[in-house]
T-cell receptor
Framework: GQSLEQPSEVTAVEGAIVQINCTYQTSGFYGLSWYQQHDGGAPTFLSYNALDGLEETGRFSSFLSRSDSYGYLLLQELQMKDSASYFC??????????FGTGTKLQVIP | GAGVSQSPSNKVTEKGKDVELRCDPISGHTALYWYRQSLGQGLEFLIYFQGNSAPDKSGLPSDRFSAERTGGSVSTLTIQRTQQEDSAVYLCASSGGLAGPREQYFGPGTRLTVT
């Protein structure tokens, strides 16, 4: 089976940097995706890592270490609108996708 | 182009009634997923369709739940004899092309309330 663990809540100050961690136990691991979900909204895709290292997309970066079964999402220059839940997810090729437990990020002034 | 659409957006039903939830995926996307999300919780996988292959039904919580996908496009999730614990937001997602399952596009969801 597959399981992904994330911290349940994180609080950070506007303008700061925050890291949201994800550890996973999977079979047939192909890569790690990240999604953002605002309250009452649908999840939206943020980034994907298939290989070890850092992928940067604007203020958001995502990191993967396959040997450690670990990844993280890094949000820089935090804005109030970044307050949302963030989910990591694994994909095993053309197989079902398993989502992590989700991290609720609260950005405070 | 158009995104994933779901209908209805909200559904209130009485315990014991059957409900049907509809999902229109992005045109050309071969994979379609159904998830359930309870308030403040994560996404619970329900069922996955890939092209013309047999669906992966391993996430369906009971035999009251079923889903079909007609013509490789529109999908319907049916819940028979609804129970109060079925109350949740039901999300549909599709993916396809080079990105495969790693990048899913979600619909706005159907909020189901069983009274």
């Amino acid at each position: 089976g597959q399981s992904l663990e994330q911290p349940s809540e994180v609080t950070a100050v506007e303008g700061a940097i925050v890291q949201i961690n994800c550890t996973y136990q999977t079979s047939g691991f192909y890569g790690l995706s990240w999604y953002q979900q605002h309250d009452g909204g649908a999840p939206t895709f943020l980034s994907y890592n298939a290989l070890d290292g850092l992928e940067e997309t604007g203020r958001f970066s995502s990191f993967l270490s396959r040997s450690d079964s670990y990844g993280y999402l890094l949000l820089q220059e935090l804005q109030m609108k970044d307050s949302a839940s963030y989910f990591c997810a694994t994909s095993g090729g053309y197989q079902k996708v398993t989502f992590g437990t989700g991290t609720k990020l609260q950005v405070i002034p | 182009g158009a995104g994933v659409s779901q209908s209805p957006s909200n559904k209130v039903t009485e315990k014991g009634k059957d409900v049907e939830l509809r999902c229109d995926p992005i045109s050309g996307h071969t994979a379609l997923y159904w998830y359930r999300q309870s308030l403040g919780q994560g996404l619970e996988f329900l069922i996955y369709f890939q092209g013309n292959s047999a669906p992966d039904k391993s996430g369906l919580p009971s035999d009251r739940f079923s889903a079909e996908r007609t013509g490789g496009s529109v999908s319907t999730l049916t819940i028979q004899r609804t129970q109060q614990e079925d109350s949740a937001v039901y999300l549909c997602a599709s993916s396809g092309g080079l990105a495969g399952p790693r990048e899913q596009y979600f619909g706005p969801g159907t909020r189901l309330t069983v009274t």
